[in-house]
């Protein structure tokens, strides 16, 4: 090729590179600054603020920039000059709801199965199918989900949660467990030629790899790391190789939440320090005992027990009809008994997102008093995720997280599931 460049090209090549400069270096997209709308006034019939069992007659709400600015009653507030107001007649307002054991990747097992969602359908299917399921849970009054797990989607919770966090799509704030952690070969899918490598649910770990694995978690993003401490067989990690994530885990401020269906692995879960027990079917007098003693919630989940023998066509609604709710409403009694915190999570995913709101109504069928349930899906379910300095009260300061429902939820539970307005950090999601 020749040296040789005329005069002419040389000013072709000069304008071009004027007009259309070398791309620069690609940056990441810049975030937005967090905008409120303007002050909002809420005047409801009543105020149940997620703490006192009996609610607030003739009090207002005020939301100012994204938090609560003030509450009380209305002669002894000063409103905001310019204040919207929003008229909640015959409702309460409450503090969004707290689901404690969610699995936002996960749909209904009448749809599909759980071993065809995790070995045949795409991650990004599982993902779109997500973010269907976080709008449906946050119009449902659930305004923060702790997502124990995403069953075969790798870390999909984790840009999940931080779609929510920039505003990319709507739902509730999240805590995520990413891939939990199971035993080898206790988990599943299962049942395949042994020298066939299935990819499973969770990720498998023992003994000294437990420390590894339960680390690299917390470093992709795990805000709470969950193991598998049983399966329907019995234990399958003993106390001490819980111990081992439990130690872990601490000393990155991080909680643990302990899958446990039996006796064994109740008992070795609360032995090893976990923060909250998942389920615990299996619990009888003296788990629960070790359990209050040991400051271990309950996260009881008895809407999966109905949902999984609806689907399987073993059992009814209700008590009454399913008796695998039946053994779960029974060890929910007795750790109400031995005093145990109870905490509100559903196990939503196998059944229908946004029908959280079912398990508050199974909680109080099971003996609980309706306040009991709200506090356990508000202000102790704040507590146990250590969450109570940003939400689960109606209190100044904290985030404008609130719902109204229709009705006196603290005579009538059902209410929880009559969502007629959903604020966010002050932002609306749904209005009356």
Same mark, same amino acid.
Not at 30 to 58: C, K, M, N
């Given at each position: 090729?020749?040296? *040789?460049?005329?005069?002419?090209?040389?000013?072709?090549?000069?304008?071009?590179?004027?007009?259309?400069?070398? &791309?620069?270096?690609? +940056?990441?997209?810049?975030?937005? &600054?967090?905008?409120?709308? &303007?002050?909002?006034?809420?005047?409801? !019939?009543?105020?149940?603020?997620?703490?006192?069992?009996?609610?607030?007659?003739?009090?207002?709400?005020?939301?100012?920039?994204?938090?609560?600015?003030?509450?009380?009653?209305?002669?002894?507030?000063?409103? &905001?000059?310019?204040?919207?107001?929003?008229?909640?007649?015959?409702?309460?307002?409450?503090?969004?709801?707290?689901?404690?054991?969610?699995?936002?990747?996960?749909? +209904?097992?009448?749809? #599909?199965?759980? @071993?065809? +969602?995790?070995?045949?359908?795409?991650? !990004?299917?599982?993902?779109?199918?997500?973010?269907?399921?976080?709008?449906?849970?946050?119009?449902?009054?659930?305004?923060?989900?702790?997502?124990?797990?995403?069953?075969?989607?790798?870390?999909?919770?984790?840009?999940?949660?931080?779609?929510? $966090?920039?505003?990319?799509?709507?739902?509730?704030?999240?805590?995520?467990?990413?891939?939990?952690?199971?035993?080898?070969?206790?988990?599943?899918?299962?049942?395949?030629?042994?020298?066939? +490598?299935?990819?499973?649910?969770?990720?498998?770990?023992?003994?000294?790899?437990?420390?590894?694995?339960?680390?690299?978690?917390?470093?992709?993003? !795990?805000?709470?790391?969950?193991?598998?401490?049983?399966?329907?067989?019995? !234990?399958?990690?003993?106390?001490?190789?819980?111990?081992?994530?439990?130690?872990?885990?601490?000393?990155?401020?991080?909680?643990?939440?302990?899958?446990?269906?039996?006796?064994?692995?109740?008992?070795?879960?609360?032995?090893?320090?976990?923060?909250?027990?998942?389920?615990?079917?299996?619990?009888?007098?003296?788990?629960?005992?070790?359990?209050?003693?040991?400051?271990?919630?309950?996260?009881?989940?008895?809407?999966?027990?109905?949902?999984?023998?609806?689907?399987?066509?073993?059992?009814? *609604?209700?008590?009454?009809?399913?008796?695998?709710?039946?053994?779960?409403?029974?060890?929910?009694? $007795?750790?109400?008994?031995?005093?145990?915190?109870?905490?509100?999570?559903?196990?939503?995913?196998?059944?229908?997102?946004?029908?959280?709101?079912?398990?508050?109504?199974?909680?109080?069928?099971?003996?609980?008093?309706?306040?009991? #349930?709200?506090?356990?899906?508000?202000?102790?379910? #704040?507590?146990?995720?250590?969450?109570?300095?940003?939400?689960?009260?109606?209190?100044?300061?904290?985030?404008?997280?609130?719902?109204?429902? @229709?009705?006196?939820?603290?005579?009538?539970?059902?209410?929880?599931?009559?969502?007629?307005?959903?604020?966010?950090?002050?932002?609306?999601?749904? $209005?009356?």
């Amino acid at each position: 090729m020749s040296r *040789n460049v005329s005069v002419p090209l040389v000013l072709t090549l000069a304008v071009l590179v004027a007009f259309y400069p070398a &791309p620069s270096p690609a +940056q990441p997209p810049r975030r937005s &600054p967090t905008s409120h709308p &303007p002050a909002v006034v809420l005047r409801p !019939a009543r105020v149940f603020d997620g703490v006192a069992a009996e609610p607030r007659v003739g009090w207002v709400v005020v939301v100012e920039d994204g938090k609560i600015a003030a509450a009380g009653p209305a002669a002894d507030l000063k409103i &905001p000059e310019g204040a919207r107001s929003i008229e909640l007649p015959g409702m309460t307002l409450m503090p969004g709801m707290i689901d404690c054991h969610s699995h936002v990747l996960l749909h +209904q097992y009448d749809e #599909a199965s759980w @071993e065809d +969602q995790v070995l045949k359908e795409p991650l !990004a299917l599982r993902v779109a199918r997500a973010t269907n399921h976080l709008r449906a849970d946050l119009l449902a009054g659930f305004t923060t989900l702790r997502d124990l797990g995403t069953e075969g989607a790798g870390y999909a919770d984790v840009g999940l949660k931080q779609a929510v $966090e920039q505003g990319i799509i709507p739902g509730p704030r999240l805590l995520v467990a990413t891939r939990a952690i199971v035993a080898t070969r206790t988990y599943a899918p299962s049942g395949f030629a042994p020298e066939l +490598q299935i990819p499973q649910g969770a990720e498998e770990a023992d003994g000294e790899s437990l420390r590894r694995v339960a680390r690299d978690q917390i470093g992709r993003g !795990a805000d709470v790391v969950k193991i598998y401490a049983d399966n329907a067989q019995g !234990a399958t990690f003993s106390a001490d190789e819980i111990k081992v994530v439990v130690e872990v885990a601490r000393l990155a401020g991080r909680p643990v939440a302990a899958h446990a269906t039996t006796r064994p692995g109740m008992l070795n879960a609360a032995n090893a320090g976990v923060a909250t027990i998942e389920h615990g079917d299996g619990g009888d007098a003296e788990v629960f005992q070790l359990m209050a003693r040991r400051g271990v919630a309950l996260c009881p989940t008895l809407t999966i027990n109905e949902a999984l023998g609806r689907v399987r066509g073993e059992e009814g *609604n209700g008590v009454a009809g399913s008796p695998r709710l039946a053994k779960a409403t029974l060890a929910l009694r $007795e750790a109400l008994k031995a005093g145990v915190t109870i905490i509100n999570g559903s196990d939503v995913g196998p059944f229908r997102h946004g029908e959280g709101g079912r398990e508050l109504q199974l909680m109080v069928e099971a003996g609980m008093p309706a306040p009991d #349930a709200l506090r356990a899906a508000t202000s102790v379910a #704040a507590r146990v995720l250590k969450v109570d300095d940003k939400v689960g009260a109606i209190k100044p300061g904290l985030l404008a997280d609130l719902i109204a429902v @229709e009705g006196d939820p603290t005579r009538d539970i059902a209410a929880v599931r009559r969502v007629r307005l959903v604020l966010k950090e002050g932002t609306p999601h749904r $209005e009356p």
